[in-house]
């Protein structure tokens, strides 16, 4: 079992800066990657940014040369730092961690961009 806890998410205005973490719990798997996908009302979840345990990196291209993902392996976290948000990044944040044979999401963190 796994268990995937996101904080960090809340009110912000356009052009400012928010710290997502995300933390993967458990003492039975190893978790390989680990990753940010976002979803706004009406549309499908999307891919934000993905991350290896090797510290692989990957971004939606929408996001790219704003947000940074990171990792700390030893305590199973990943961040998403946001910068220059924008209100199309409204949406509610999830985080999820693949171990070998499965994938654990999160219950997702509210993020409101107002113009």
Partial sequence: QVQVVESGGGLVQAGGSLR??????TSQF???AMGWYR?????????????TNGGSTDYADSVK???????DN???????EMNSLKPEDTAV???NAK????VWWGQGTQVTVSS
Avoid: H
């Fill in 20 to 25: 997502l973490s995300c933390v993967a719990s």
């Fill in 30 to 32: 190893r978790i390989n």
């Fill in 39 to 51: 979803q706004a009302p009406g549309k499908q979840r999307e891919l934000v940014a993905l991350i």
């Fill in 65 to 71: 040369g704003r947000f940074t993902i990171s990792r």
């Fill in 74 to 80: 030893a305590k199973n976290t990943v961040y998403l």
């Fill in 93 to 95: 944040y999830y985080c």
């Fill in 99 to 102: 171990t070998f044979a499965a």
